[in-house]
T-cell receptor, first 115, second 112 residues
Framework: DTEVTQTPKHLVMGMTNKKSLKCEQH?????MYWYKQKAKKPPELMFV???????INESVPSRFSPECPNSSLLNLHLHALQPEDSALYLC??????????????FGPGTRLTVL | KQEVTQIPAALSVPEGENLVLNCSFT??????LQWFRQDPGKGLTSLLL?????REQTSGRLNASLDKSSGRSTLYIAASQPGDSATYLC???????????FGKGTRLSVIA
């Protein structure tokens, strides 16, 4: 199994809703990432988890709350979002064993629309 | 801080042409470099990965080269087809759990 899966594919939510994005991989990767991508822009890093611990938070607003409950699963909890948070949210993972290629594998993304 | 630049920002070519996309980075201490393809509204498709010790990688009509000392990589697409139309992103990796640093991409249109 060499893929990263993300659910849901599409999500529409109001500014008062609470929702969660889910990312899963079964490649034994111990680094997992959330990126946010606006239209016609490159992906921007949000969070990095290394061995289930948050290692990088790129000054993301607290209305985004990441969680890594185990080595295969990464969640992004959403609460009180703003319309400008509408974007494609991408999850990625990589193997961090010394000598590995370091290739990052990306999921298909969740298209989020905030009304 | 690593910065990645891609030139040109957009490119339109007739079908059948060979073309080159350029990527440059400011810090040569990289672990690897990845080229991705992205179709409108879709996720990233990994095309080629070049590790820092390698000079080039090939997959079908695609060839990517890396000159780490000069901070440059090129993606060569042979005999372009309309199906190659997409945005191509270059990203530099620092190894370990460091995140990728992306260029802004090149939007390619191949005209039939």
């Amino acid at each position: 199994d060499t893929e990263v899966t993300q659910t849901p594919k599409h999500l529409v939510m109001g500014m008062t809703n609470k929702k969660s994005l889910k990312c899963e991989q079964h490649m034994g990767h111990r680094a997992m990432y959330w990126y946010k991508q606006k239209a016609k822009k490159p992906p921007e890093l949000m969070f990095v988890y290394s061995y289930e611990k948050l290692s990088i938070n790129e000054s993301v607003p607290s209305r985004f709350s990441p969680e890594c409950p185990n080595s295969s699963l990464l969640n992004l909890h959403l609460h009180a979002l703003q319309p400008e948070d509408s974007a494609l949210y991408l999850c990625a993972s990589t193997l961090t064993v010394p000598g590995s290629s370091g290739e990052q594998f990306f999921g298909p993304g969740t298209r989020l629309t905030v009304l | 801080k690593q910065e990645v630049t891609q030139i040109p920002a957009a490119l339109s070519v007739p079908e059948g042409e060979n073309l080159v996309l350029n990527c440059s980075f400011t810090d040569s201490a990289i672990y690897n470099l990845q080229w991705f393809r992205q179709d409108p509204g879709k996720g990233l498709t990994s095309l080629l990965l070049i590790q820092s010790s390698q000079r080039e990688q090939t997959s079908g009509r695609l060839n990517a080269s890396l000159d780490k000392s000069s901070g440059r990589s090129t993606l060569y697409i042979a005999a372009s087809q309309p199906g190659d139309s997409a945005t191509y992103l270059c990203a530099v990796g620092g190894g370990g759990n460091t995140p990728l640093v992306f260029g802004k991409g090149t939007r390619l249109s191949v005209i039939a």
